[in-house]
């Protein structure tokens, strides 16, 4: 039996035994990489909502600024005191569920160290797979525009708590909410004053090195920037900031 089997290994001409194990080497290959994407696939979603280019970030955290965003000025949108030794820079998607996620997260971390953080919103809308994020955000511009920061704080928490169902005819009622006239409102929104002042924010961000939302700045005192990527957990993100008071 030994001399038939090599009697035909022998009688196969290489170029033949050549092709059958480039072959055999793809199907070994294709297998390998189907079972990576089942088990990519079965480990769940990523708590960041990813810009289409982006690439997908390890573990719980975005990948590494490339860059610095811009420094704080009278158009920003700013939750605490002007000196608070932390800012935290957040570059949110009104329609993205996982900013939803973080924003209370930001809101108790400014309550928690109560003078010592301060939070900027700053509007990084997904629009290729959120439709709504880009009027959204500059409906929240115009808000702010007509009745301030306060009001522009309180539509940004409305806008959030109703993301399903967001529509330009939510955004008129929910201005109302805020104390802000209608029709100004609808003014506002329809003329696309703010378009504008949201493509550079989300530029801005892109050119810090923001791939997805949310993503976060944590700006310690010495001025240094560690980005802080995802839906953290309260737990975790009070990490970033104890370790940024000690810079």
Not at 8 to 14: C, G, H
Not at 72 to 100: E, M, R, W
Not at 142 to 152: E, I, M, P, R, Y
Not at 200 to 212: F, N, T
Request: proline share 6%; net charge neutral.
């Amino acid at each position: 039996m030994q001399e038939n089997n090599e009697s035909w290994v022998n009688s196969v001409p290489p170029k033949t035994m050549f092709i059958g194990g480039i072959v055999g080497g793809v199907l070994v290959l294709c297998t390998i990489g189907f079972f990576i994407l089942l088990g990519m696939k079965l480990s769940g979603p990523s708590n960041v909502a990813l810009a289409p280019s982006a690439a997908v970030p390890q573990g719980d955290e975005a990948p590494a600024p490339v860059g610095k965003p811009a420094d704080v000025t009278s158009d920003d949108h700013v939750l605490g005191p002007n000196n608070a030794k932390v800012t935290l820079i957040a570059y949110s998607d009104f329609q993205c569920p996982f900013c939803q996620r973080f924003h209370p997260t930001a809101l108790k971390l400014v309550n928690d160290y109560k003078g010592k953080v301060r939070l900027v919103f700053r509007s990084f809308p997904l629009s290729s797979i959120h439709p709504q994020a880009q009027k959204a955000s500059e409906a929240a511009e115009c808000v702010a525009s007509l009745k301030g920061n306060d009001a522009f704080w309180k539509y940004a928490d409305a806008l959030f708590q109703n993301q399903d169902t967001l529509s330009e005819t939510l955004f008129a009622d929910l201005a109302v909410k805020a104390g802000v006239n209608k029709g100004a409102f609808q003014s506002c929104l329809s003329s696309g004053k703010f378009a504008a002042k949201v493509n550079a924010s989300e530029a801005e961000g892109a050119s810090a090195g923001v791939q997805g939302t949310p993503a976060t700045f944590v700006i310690a005192p010495d001025g240094s920037a560690e980005l802080m990527g995802g839906a953290l957990p309260y737990e975790q993100a009070k990490t970033y900031i104890e370790r940024a008071l000690q810079k």
